[in-house]
């Protein structure tokens, strides 16, 4: 079964550093999305991309994020300068096709961030 | 008021018991209700979505949405080990607009042989 990959699995950086968060997505999908998780608290909604830009972002997606799609496969989310309260979970996940349904989407297994 | 409320528990049946998880919300706009099943170093994976009010089954699973109390439920009949994990409930008002998408905190859920 086709499947939403991240690397890595776990990254830890000092305060201040830039930090780039992997994501394979399912290979037809064409919308992508990034969530975060706070250790203990909910899934928040970051940053939806399509067609090479951003659909929509939320309030906690500042100009310290940004997001690429480098090579066609590849679906990247930046830190520039990390800060203690990023330390979370960050989820990739990926939708077929235009039109879907939210809950169509395909989560990856995250990649844990700690910020130290 | 937070927007979606979820017992965090931790919560601890027996094999073969019936579970409920819950989940109350504040906007009256939300229209889709979705339960997520998240396994340990796993991202979340979809159980079971609703649209509107109204009861949904699936094997030993069933959705439960009562819009005007603003309340959901998941229930697990028949449970087994391998239901241990982490239940989200979320929920969006257009269901494709991830944006106003909310997810409630998780029950943690342990099931034992």
């Known amino acids: 079964e086709p499947e939403v990959t991240q690397t890595p699995s776990h990254q830890v950086t000092q305060m201040g550093q830039e930090v780039i968060l992997r994501c394979v997505p399912i290979s037809n999908h064409l919308y992508f999305y990034w969530y975060r998780q706070i250790l203990g608290q909910k899934v928040e909604f970051l940053v939806s991309?399509?067609?090479?830009?951003?659909?929509?972002k939320s309030e906690i997606f500042d100009d310290q994020f940004s997001v690429e799609r480098p090579d066609g496969s590849n679906f990247t989310l930046k830190i520039r300068s990390t800060k203690l309260e990023d330390s979370a979970m960050y989820f990739c996940?990926?939708?077929?096709?235009?039109?879907?349904?939210?809950?169509?989407?395909?989560f990856g297994p995250g990649t844990r961030l700690t910020v130290t | 008021q937070k927007e979606v409320e979820q017992d965090p528990g931790p919560l601890s049946v027996p094999e073969g018991a019936i579970v409920s998880l819950n989940c109350t919300y504040s906007?009256?706009?939300?229209?889709?209700f979705m339960w997520y099943r998240q396994y340990s170093r796993k991202g979340p994976e979809l159980l079971m979505y609703t649209y509107s009010s109204g009861n949904k089954e699936d094997g030993r699973f069933t959705a439960q949405v009562d819009k005007s109390s603003k309340y959901i439920s998941l229930f697990i009949r028949d449970s087994q080990p391998s239901d241990s994990a982490t239940y989200l409930c979320a929920m969006s008002v257009l269901g494709n607009n991830n944006n106003d998408m909310r997810f409630g905190a998780g029950t943690r859920l342990t099931v034992k042989p």
């Open positions: 996940a990926s939708i077929p096709r235009s039109g879907s349904y939210i809950h169509e989407q395909y």
């Open positions: 906007n009256s706009a939300f229209q889709y």
């Open positions: 991309f399509y067609n090479n830009e951003i659909s929509e």
